[in-house]
């Protein structure tokens, strides 16, 4: 009987060393995920600092307004077109080339 008690102590403690082993690094490759982590909030805290993130959103935010401007000129080109069609459709153009008829 001391054989088997002796034989499950000595499996318990290989599987304690396994289990220390396997926590130990595990612990180091949080350690390293945590100084990485660190690292790139340090770059992110760096570029609000330094005012890069202002510049790329004001430089977004330009283009947008320019692509907006140009989505409006499109607008009115497509709406001026669209009315000269439903003129055109309707008879309500006026054509300098046929005289009028008077009734």
């Known amino acids: 009987m001391s054989d088997v008690n002796e034989s499950l102590a000595?499996?318990?403690?290989?599987?304690?060393?396994?289990?220390?082993?396997?926590?130990?690094?595990?612990?180091?490759?949080?350690?390293?995920?945590?100084?990485?982590?660190?690292?790139?909030?340090?770059?992110?805290?760096?570029?609000?600092?330094?005012?890069?993130?202002?510049?790329?959103?004001?430089?977004?935010?330009?283009?947008?307004?320019e692509k907006l401007g140009e989505a409006e000129e499109k607008i009115h080109e497509l709406t001026d077109k669209a009315k000269g069609l439903w003129d055109k459709v309707t008879g309500k153009h006026d054509t300098p080339d046929t005289p009028e008829k008077e009734g």
């Not at 060393?17 to 690094?25: N, T, V």
């Not at 612990?27 to 609000?48: F, H, N």
């Not at 202002?54 to 977004?60: C, D, F, R, S, V």
Request: glycine share 8%; net charge negative; hydrophobic share 30%.
């Open 10 to 65: 000595d499996k318990a403690n290989a599987l304690k060393d396994q289990a220390s082993e396997k926590l130990h690094d595990l612990s180091d490759k949080a350690g390293e995920l945590t100084d990485q982590l660190k690292e790139k909030v340090g770059e992110a805290w760096e570029k609000v600092k330094s005012g890069e993130i202002k510049e790329e959103l004001n430089h977004l935010k330009e283009a947008a307004g």
